[in-house]
């Protein structure tokens, strides 16, 4: 992903709506793919992930879909709430999981508004 | 226990001074990280222990040293640190290539 220099892409959605962060990974070869909340002072925090065999994979309020024709990751958040304000990472393991390597995108801050 | 704990959480220290980060996880994993997160970027892999081996050096300078005692903990050691090496240092275990990573809540380190 391209830095936006200090600023993060942020994301402002209302309590209760929908969420939807993109992501738009960068190898072909890529099969697994994750999805890291971090919130503040903390660490980054598992979310759900994927692999290339799947298209869509749904977890607790949380979906992901992936699109390997045109790289794409998206992680939708159903319903959201305050905790939810976070930056959210997407990470691809870059190598086909050939290594421990995971490449991580720049991030979206999500700001949901009470 | 499904945790990464670091210690210490916060580390004030000067260029000349020698310090350790330290990371525990007990939950089988047999392959651990280090990664520096600047304000606002992603996390940046520093070194990656497979099998209490390394496996991965980012080119990391060498006032950065990396140690694996056992299966379970992971030393950062530190010396002669610059002002720009003020960071976030997170640790990471997974199972393996492939899996998921958990992240411990990190050491804020400033080099002053």
């Known amino acids: 992903g391209e830095s936006v220099g200090l600023h993060l892409p942020t994301l402002s959605v209302q309590e209760g709506d929908n969420s939807i962060i993109n992501c738009a990974y960068s190898n072909s070869a890529s099969d697994y793919f994750i999805w890291y909340k971090q919130e503040s002072g903390k660490g980054p925090q598992f979310i759900i992930d994927i692999r290339s065999n799947m298209d869509k994979r749904q977890g607790q309020r949380v979906t992901v879909l992936l699109n390997k024709t045109v790289k794409h990751l998206s992680l939708q958040i159903a319903a959201t709430q305050p905790g939810d304000s976070a930056v959210y990472f997407c990470a691809e393991n870059g190598y086909g999981g050939a290594t421990n390597k995971l490449i991580f995108g720049t991030g979206t801050l999500l700001a949901v508004q009470p | 226990d499904t945790e990464v704990t670091q210690t210490p959480k916060h580390l004030v220290m000067g260029m000349t001074n020698k310090k350790s980060l330290k990371c525990e996880q007990h939950m089988g994993h047999r392959a651990m990280y280090w990664y520096k997160q600047k304000a606002k970027k992603p996390p940046e892999l520093m070194f990656v222990?497979?099998?209490?081996?390394?496996?991965i050096n980012e080119s990391v300078p060498s006032r950065f040293s990396p140690e694996c005692p056992n299966s379970s903990l992971l030393n950062l050691h530190l010396h002669a640190l610059q002002p720009e090496d003020s960071a976030l240092y997170l640790c990471?275990?997974?199972?393996?290539?492939?899996?998921?990573?958990?992240f411990g809540p990190g050491t804020r380190l400033t080099v002053l």
């Open positions: 222990y497979s099998y209490e081996k390394l496996s």
């Open positions: 990471a275990s997974s199972q393996g290539g492939g899996r998921e990573q958990f």
